[in-house]
């Protein structure tokens, strides 16, 4: 039985007073929630006092990003190790924005996947597709080459505890919300080819969430959906309201 897990992705918001502020305000809002996993994304400067924060409490915290090196000269990179000493659990790996802005591409993806698990940290993997792949009718070729470059020489056991983010870019950031069979159209597919690789155990046990506009008004509907294992969730996680998404039923 795979558990929800809804991870909020603050992306380059909230300086360490306002994350503080942030954190004490859900803290009381979430607390109680063990159908849910709850995890929190801030930015790196946040990480320790979030971790500190959040002590005893049932919320994780995951880092936005790491670099795939162990250390040395990468200026403004950030290692596993250190992401892993602050207290995460988590790590958002391959977002639409690093891949667009920052050109990451699949197999930079892959390698930081690997180090993530080297380092006991769980990656939150996110594929998705543009709105003109969307109309060009690729959308699913196009998630399976994703899922399956970002998993490549990953040991099985590894790929039962990552979870894969759906994120249609046509929706992020952008109140387009994928309709619940489109998500779980894409996410019923990414299970499928991690059944193909991995085999149907595997499948089974890898969580899927989609991402892209969550909202307090439709979360309920896209997790009711059988291959979408909760939400990975941008502007929405900023506010209170990010309470009611994780708590949606
Ligand atoms: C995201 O950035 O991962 C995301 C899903 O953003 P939003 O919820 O704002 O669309």
């Not at 990468?74 to 958002?92: D, F, L, N, R």
């Amino acid at each position: 039985m795979r558990k929800t897990i809804v991870a909020g992705n603050w992306k380059m918001n909230k300086t360490p007073k306002e994350a503080l502020e942030l954190i004490e305000t859900l803290k009381p809002l979430v607390a109680g929630n063990d159908k849910t996993e709850v995890v929190f994304c801030p930015p790196f400067v946040d990480l320790l006092l979030a971790v500190e924060a959040t002590k005893g409490t049932n919320i994780k915290i995951g880092a936005q990003n790491m670099y795939c090196a162990e250390s040395g000269a990468y200026t403004g990179e950030v290692s596993p190790a250190m992401v892993k000493e602050c207290g995460c659990e988590y790590v958002i790996l391959g977002h639409s924005e690093r891949r667009a802005y920052f050109g990451e591409t699949n197999e930079l993806v892959n390698a930081k996947v690997k180090k993530a698990f080297e380092h006991g940290l769980t990656p939150i993997i996110c594929v998705g597709e543009k709105l003109e792949e969307r109309e060009q009718g690729i959308t699913i070729d196009l998630v399976r080459m994703q899922v399956k470059i970002a998993l490549k020489d990953v040991d099985p056991e590894n790929v039962k505890k990552a979870v894969i983010a759906y994120e249609p870019i046509w929706a992020i950031g952008t109140g387009k919300t994928a309709t619940s069979v489109q998500a779980e159209e894409v996410c019923c597919a990414i299970r499928q080819v991690v059944a193909e690789v991995f085999g149907q155990e595997v499948a089974d046990e890898i969580r899927v969430q989609y991402g892209g506009s969550v909202n307090a008004g439709n979360a309920a509907e896209l997790f009711a959906m059988p291959n979408i294992d909760g939400g990975l969730v941008g502007g929405a996680s900023l506010k209170a309201d990010f309470a009611k998404i994780v708590n949606y039923d």
